[in-house]
């Protein structure tokens, strides 16, 4: 039975990890370069671009987000490995810095981002600038949360994988 | 100079190369340190 919790919780991370992060590189890879939000684009409902936004904002990766790290955590209690990787001590070191590196990234999505695009979608009411503004926000979190994965899913490979190369 | 500097995010190559070398940084850092 533990073995079975392991190995759908393990399931749960990979798939999880790929539509959060998947929609970050998607993003990479569509939009590699910053193209600013305009006035336009925000005051009609019905523009290409409003519209483009709205569609990408379902909560699913936000949600996947939060999936992520409970079974991350989820897989390290039931090993009895949590306090251990979250102290960054002896082999579990790697496996730690990846966890607290996904933190920060779990935390940016939520406090930092979110917020942000409330305000661009007009889910929370803002003038003009502060919803323009707040579009250029919103776009260095999400790159930031890109670069900060490359490093976690290093750490994660090699907190499993590869401890070796740190010993 | 902080929107400068937070320019470099604008391509996302730019902001792979970014990871990497952080990747690299940290890897070096836990290397000594373990």
Not at chain 1, 64 to 77: D, E, P, T
Not at chain 2, 8 to 24: C, N, P, Q
Request: aromatic share 10%; net charge positive.
């Amino acid at each position: 039975m533990e073995m079975l919790l392991e190995v759908a919780a393990r399931w749960l991370h990979f798939l999880a990890a790929l539509v959060w992060v998947g929609h970050n590189y998607a993003t990479a890879v569509t939009r590699s370069r910053y193209v600013p939000l305009t006035a336009a684009d925000l005051s009609d409902p019905d523009s290409p671009r409003q519209r483009a936004l709205m569609q990408r904002e379902h909560g699913t990766f936000r949600y996947a987000s939060l999936l992520v790290l409970g079974s991350g955590l989820l897989i390290l209690w039931e090993r009895g490995w949590l306090a251990e990787a979250l102290s960054l001590q002896g082999s579990l070191a790697p496996l730690g810095v990846g966890i607290w590196l996904a933190v920060i990234m779990v935390c940016n999505l939520w406090f930092v981002l979110w917020p942000h695009q409330k305000r661009v979608l007009g889910f929370v009411r803002a003038p003009l600038d502060e919803r323009l503004r707040c579009s250029r926000v919103t776009f260095l979190s999400a790159r930031v949360n890109t670069m900060l994965s490359i490093p976690v899913l290093f750490f994660m490979g090699v907190g499993a994988h590869g401890v070796g190369l740190f010993s | 100079m902080s929107d400068l500097l937070l320019r470099v995010f604008d391509s996302s190559v730019v902001t792979v190369v970014i990871g990497v070398a952080l990747t690299a940084a940290l890897a070096l850092v836990l290397r000594v340190v373990m």
